[in-house]
């Protein structure tokens, strides 16, 4: 499991903020793997996201594509 960024509550708000920066509208948004092994940046490809983030409890998931550490697409 990973994190964006950014402390999305719903899977709405990842999605706009993805969309927005697909359109130019928003900065980017980059996904982590935390944790005490290995740098934490996330490998091109299909990632599942998590939030909001620990500690709170998650109550959504999404299967994200990531290129260059960012996000670039909300299934």
């Given amino acids: 499991m990973a994190y964006s960024d950014r402390n999305f509550k719903t899977k709405k ?3 706009e ?3 927005a920066h697909a359109e130019g509208r928003g900065a980017p948004v980059t996904a ?3 944790g005490p092994f290995g740098d934490g940046s996330i490998p091109d490809g299909t990632v599942c996201i998590e939030g909001p983030h620990y500690p709170q ?3 959504w998931y999404a299967t994200c594509t990531v290129k260059g550490g960012i996000i670039i697409r909300v299934k």
Avoid: I
């Fill in 57 to 59: 409890p998650h109550t």
């Fill in 32 to 34: 982590f793997q935390p």
């Fill in 13 to 15: 708000a990842l999605r």
């Fill in 17 to 19: 903020a993805v969309q």
